[in-house]
């Protein structure tokens, strides 16, 4: 959604992405999980093995929590940066998948959510090579559908195809536009 958004002209700031720049070689945050949770997290080349890693903290919610403490800091620093570098006037788009895990609801003129049956979640994320054990102990650490849609000012079914969701970014993108012209 985010990146049909980013087409239509959206600055966007993917949650996601700034987890994996935190962590990159070189940074604090690789050295800090490192320390956390030893060499066995790192591949040969120094990065971070992420499927070593996620087994460890969806396995062990000390974990996670510990993991969280050292990069959820990192995210909110970087996110802060850019969301005061945009030019005035410009859509922003906050592309955070765990928004209601993280506390993050407020503060937003928009809440967007993106649902799709369990079923076919978890169809996706074996498709992607997670295997279905992994992929049920991760989606257990996350929000209820019901907690996500009580957040949503607007809900997007993503159960069709890509056309299909990108039919309602479409329309999403053509109502924020009025909204905005009405607004000035």
Not at 78 to 86: D, I, K, L, M
Not at 109 to 120: G, N
């Amino acid at each position: 959604m985010s990146s049909r958004l980013a087409e239509h002209g959206a600055i966007v700031i993917d949650a996601d992405k700034l987890a994996r720049d935190v962590v990159a070689p070189g940074t604090k945050g690789l050295a800090a999980v490192a320390e956390a949770f030893g060499p066995g997290v790192l591949r040969p080349d120094g990065s971070l093995d992420r499927e070593k890693l996620g087994t460890i903290v969806f396995a062990d919610p000390a974990a996670r929590s510990r993991l969280e403490s050292i990069t959820h800091p990192l995210i909110r620093e970087e996110t802060a940066r850019r969301f005061s570098a945009p030019p005035p006037g410009s859509v922003v788009v906050h592309d955070v998948p765990l928004l209601v895990e993280a506390g993050l609801t407020g503060g937003y003129d928009i809440v967007v959510v993106v649902e799709a049956p369990r079923e076919l979640r978890l169809d996706r994320l074996e498709g992607r090579g997670l295997p279905r054990d992994q992929a049920e102990a991760r989606m257990a650490t996350q929000a209820s559908d019901a907690d996500r849609r009580a957040v949503a000012d607007v809900l997007l079914d993503n159960s069709g195809t890509l056309a299909d969701l990108h039919a309602q970014v479409d329309a999403l993108w053509l109502d924020l536009a009025a909204r905005r012209g009405a607004a000035r």
